[in-house]
T-cell receptor, first 114, second 115 residues
Framework: TQLLEQSPQFLSIQEGENLTVYCNSS?????LQWYRQEPGEGPVLLVT?????EVKKLKRLTFQFGDARKDSSLHITAAQPGDTGLYLC??????????????FGKGTKLSVIP | GAGVSQSPSNKVTEKGKDVELRCDPI?????LYWYRQRLGQGLEFLIY????????KSGLPSDRFSAERTGESVSTLTIQRTQQEDSAVYLC?????????????FGPGTRLTVT
């Protein structure tokens, strides 16, 4: 059973279109992070959301954390070819002894066609 | 360098051989993690080191997998008697523990191919 479900798995859109990627869980997280990974590289952190209902904007990217801290969405406005990549969400939960564990979703592979 | 580095970047090995993967975390980061990423999949947690505490090995898939870390620096992930299903990208990350937002910084990964 996947703790964090991401949808859609694959998304191919034309440059200039808008899109939304979802990250859902039945578990509550202390924080949720979004990463972008390009081929041959490790994931790079885009944003961390901590408070239920929190909205963060990063240029054309808008991230929202659900009120119950179980889900999140990433909205991209006017997508550019440079947005192409694998988008991963990761939820952090306290696992005891001062340790937090990140659980990753399987990712959404986005292709933006010029 | 300022980021997490991993070596080798690529490793091809024969089934049954042992391999050792290396990770150099960001200086000052007390926490270090290893993940496995199979083709088209998300990241699978393997092991977590935090300072001098006992490592969290709950994600290691079998006793063929082990990892060590020297103090708060270099870590090595060892896979013994490799199998074809071990083929994957192995990613290392480090973070400053104690921050509530728990940001991890990843290396570029080691692509392991077992033939």
């Amino acid at each position: 059973t996947q703790l964090l479900e991401q949808s859609p798995q694959f998304l191919s859109i034309q440059e200039g279109e808008n899109l939304t990627v979802y990250c859902n869980s039945s578990s509550v997280f202390s924080s949720l992070q979004w990463y972008r990974q390009e081929p041959g590289e490790g994931p790079v952190l885009l944003v961390t959301v901590v408070t239920g209902g929190e909205v963060k904007k990063l240029k054309r990217l808008t991230f929202q954390f659900g009120d119950a801290r179980k889900d999140s969405s990433l909205h991209i406005t006017a997508a550019q070819p440079g947005d192409t990549g694998l988008y991963l969400c990761a939820g952090a939960r306290y696992s005891g002894a001062g340790s937090y564990q990140l659980t990753f979703g399987k990712g959404t592979k986005l292709s933006v066609i010029p | 360098g300022a980021g997490v580095s991993q070596s080798p970047s690529n490793k091809v090995t024969e089934k049954g051989k042992d391999v050792e993967l290396r990770c150099d975390p960001i200086s000052g980061h007390t926490a270090l993690y290893w993940y496995r990423q199979r083709l088209g999949q998300g990241l699978e947690f393997l092991i977590y080191f935090q300072g001098n505490s006992a490592p969290d090995k709950s994600g290691l898939p079998s006793d063929r997998f082990s990892a060590e870390r020297t103090g708060e620096s270099v870590s090595t992930l060892t896979i013994q008697r490799t199998q074809q299903e071990d083929s994957a990208v192995y990613l290392c990350a480090s973070s400053l523990v104690g921050r509530s937002n728990y940001e991890q910084y990843f290396g570029p990964g080691t692509r392991l191919t077992v033939t």
